[in-house]
């Protein structure tokens, strides 16, 4: 049983492979966790109901009630156990253990990968249709990870019709949503919605996950979780950021957002004058392909100090193709210089 993910490069390199907020942390999260730490929270429990925390989430997002868990792959893994679907149709390529954890849910996985080109992301609904059967549960994320593309808004509408019609369940993982320019996707029956401030916030090791939409769906979810699924610390985290630093907290989304928007079009240019093949993104990382494969185009670049995610473990795609997150302009260069030498020296350029 192997688990791949970003995020573990070899010392010393620039970290491409973990997509998140390209701005320093700011000053604010530092304080806010100094205060919970004078609070002394650490030292005893929080309300088992997190009633506090559920209402500055809501009200921060927008939304009615909301479902609280230990990140948003904690809520992805819960799903399928309890609500007992007859079958799992995941929309690939996209996050998740699911090949791995299909055996504990007890339910049969069905993959639907979608075609992948420079102009978008496409979806053959009528074969979705063929697999969704009653009680179905059909995951996919947008914007889509690894591609950082969107979903296009009638291919989730023909999907989200076809589960309520044969009462079953859409899950959209909108992970990266808060930090990309793709419109929130509307809750509602047959509909669940899951997302993380962690990426927008810099905060990958402070695990915070939400879900909301089918009622039935959510209460089982609540029904299901631990008394305490986050530690005190970044339950009172948190609520601090959210209620005490609000617009703060929304600025520094939107200062990143705008920050990895321009970087990305810097960045796609000198990648592509290079010769790689790069995919348009509407958030903090984007997908590109290259002809020289992994691993051995990770350890090249590592020893040029950078490192990047593999992106063959993501179902359709190769070890030809790699997620980049998009960092600042200066690191941005790094990457491009370092591959400029692995692709220079492959190629004989130099």
């Known amino acids: 049983m192997q688990r791949v993910h970003g995020g573990n490069p070899p010392p010393g390199v620039i970290d491409f492979s973990t997509p998140m907020n390209p701005l320093p942390r700011p000053g604010f ?6 205060s919970c730490m004078e609070e002394g929270v650490v030292d005893r429990y929080y309300d088992p109901g997190m009633e506090v925390l559920r209402e500055v989430v809501s009200g921060f997002l927008g939304v009615d009630d909301v479902y609280i868990g230990n990140g948003s792959a904690d809520i992805l893994s819960m799903l399928p156990l ?16 699911h090949a791995i954890q299909s055996r504990a849910w007890g339910a ?9 080109s420079p102009r978008g992301l496409g979806l053959d609904v009528d074969h979705m249709e063929g697999l969704i059967e009653r009680r179905s549960l059909i995951i996919l994320s947008n914007p889509n990870n690894p591609t950082g593309m969107e979903v296009p808004r009638e291919v989730l509408d023909a999907v ?11 899950v959209v993982d909108e992970a990266f949503q808060p930090i990309s320019t793709v419109e929130s996707y509307t809750p509602g029956e047959g509909v669940v919605v899951v997302k993380t401030l962690t990426k927008s916030l810099r905060l990958p090791g402070a695990r915070l996950g939400i879900a909301y939409g089918d009622e039935e ?36 989304i ?9 970087g990305a079009g810097a960045l796609a240019g000198m990648l592509r004058g290079l010769g790689l093949r790069v995919y348009p993104t509407t958030t903090v990382y984007m997908l590109v392909e290259h002809d020289v494969e992994h691993p051995l185009l990770n350890q090249e670049l590592s020893r040029h100090g950078v490192y990047v995610r593999d992106a063959s473990s993501f179902h359709g795609l190769t070890p030809r193709h790699s997620r980049v997150s998009i960092r600042t302009m200066r690191e941005n260069m790094v ?8 692709l220079g ?5 130099g």
């Open 108 to 116: 049969p996985l069905y993959r639907v990968t979608m075609s992948i």
């Open 345 to 349: 020296g492959a190629l004989g350029w």
């Open 82 to 97: 309890v609500y007992r679907p007859s079958r799992v149709i995941v929309v690939e390529p996209t996050f998740g253990d």
């Open 29 to 34: 999260i530092g304080q806010a966790m100094g």
């Open 160 to 170: 989200r019709d076809l589960a309520v019609e044969r009462e079953s369940l859409l």
């Open 335 to 342: 990457l491009v210089e370092a591959f400029k030498r692995v």
């Open 254 to 262: 939107m200062d990143g957002l705008r920050t990895s928007l321009r």
């Open 217 to 252: 769906a959510i209460g089982l979810l609540e029904a299901a979780r631990q008394p305490w699924p986050l530690d005190s610390l970044t339950h009172c985290l948190y609520t601090k950021l959210l209620s005490v630093y609000g617009e703060r907290v929304m600025g520094y």
